[in-house]
């Protein structure tokens, strides 16, 4: 399923969540027939993100829609800013008003946290990367915001690429048997996927290096000076990224480690929303 049928898909569970039998309040007071314009007020400062999903569910409810764009998804907002303006039927408009503002308020303030991790590290060749702690059903526009902020997007679900975690390697017995299953797997299948291995301690470390044959090892929760004999170790054999209870205050320290990818669980799981409204013009 591409990006614009999850797109579909979701709008109209969404909708249909929030409308069940009928809009009974728009239904009793609102003319069929009648047509209002509505803008989008930015409450908050940050990066807005969503707009084009907004234009998505306005058109689904109201194909006639007509949804003009002041400022676009991936930009800086501030208070006081007006992002859209949609003119449509107005019993759609008010179908659609909250799913708009639940979606972008979310959108934007994971854009908005992806932007600011982003600025710490501006100047360092490291890559911030998202992770799989996502909101079930709604990943994909989570991550899509993780974009908009300036991060990257890694994988997408357990598909796409091998992860040996410690679950894998405790409950396979060790981590040079995981490796050795995982390639075997791979062979068998004839996949082109990469492989991850998280390594908790140096120990591990130099076990996975006598295996070899991955692509990358993940660094779990290394203290800053395990970290940089971690890197040094590993050369450029591997790539390298670190995981980890990483926050705003910590991933610059971490990336001057010299690590090539830090993954950020905080990025989707601690994004608080950005304020926003939609307002019926008078």
């Not at 002041?70 to 008003?97: P, R, S, W, Y």
């Not at 990367?129 to 300036?150: C, M, N, Q, S, Y």
């Not at 040996?164 to 405790?170: A, T």
Request: charged share 30%.
């Amino acid at each position: 399923m591409d990006l614009n049928e999850k797109l579909d898909a979701f709008i109209i569970e969404a909708l249909n969540e929030d409308i069940g039998n009928g809009d009974h309040t728009s239904l009793a007071c609102i003319p069929e027939d009648k047509r209002d314009t509505a803008r989008l007020l930015i409450k908050d400062p940050g990066v807005i993100a969503g707009v084009e999903v907004a234009r998505r569910i306005f058109e689904k409810v109201d194909p006639a829609a007509r949804f003009e764009v002041f400022i676009e998804d991936g930009n800086d907002v501030h208070i006081g800013d007006v992002v859209f303006e949609v003119e449509c039927n107005t019993q759609a408009l008010l179908k659609a008003e909250r799913l708009a503002l639940n979606i972008m308020q979310r959108m934007s303030g994971i854009a908005t946290l992806s932007n600011r991790f982003k600025f710490e590290v501006e100047d360092l060749p490291v890559e911030l990367l998202d992770t799989r702690k996502t909101t079930p059903l709604i990943r994909f526009l989570e991550k899509w915001a993780v974009k908009l902020g300036g991060c990257t997007n890694y994988r997408d679900g357990l598909y796409d690429r091998f992860m040996i975690k410690d679950n894998h390697v405790d409950a396979c017995g060790s981590m040079g048997k995981a490796i050795e299953k995982i390639l075997q797997y791979k062979k068998d299948n004839n996949l082109d996927l990469a492989i991850t291995v998280e390594v908790r301690n140096l120990v591990e470390l130099h076990e996975v290096l006598q295996v070899g044959n991955i692509d990358r090892i993940m660094l779990d929760n290394f203290e800053l000076p395990l970290m940089v004999e971690a890197v040094e170790t590993i050369g450029k054999k591997y790539e390298v990224e670190a995981s980890g209870g990483m926050n705003i205050h910590t991933v610059r320290e971490v990336a001057k480690t010299g690590v090539d990818f830090i993954s950020i669980g905080a990025l989707t799981h601690s994004a608080t929303s950005l304020d926003m409204s939609l307002k019926v013009a008078k």
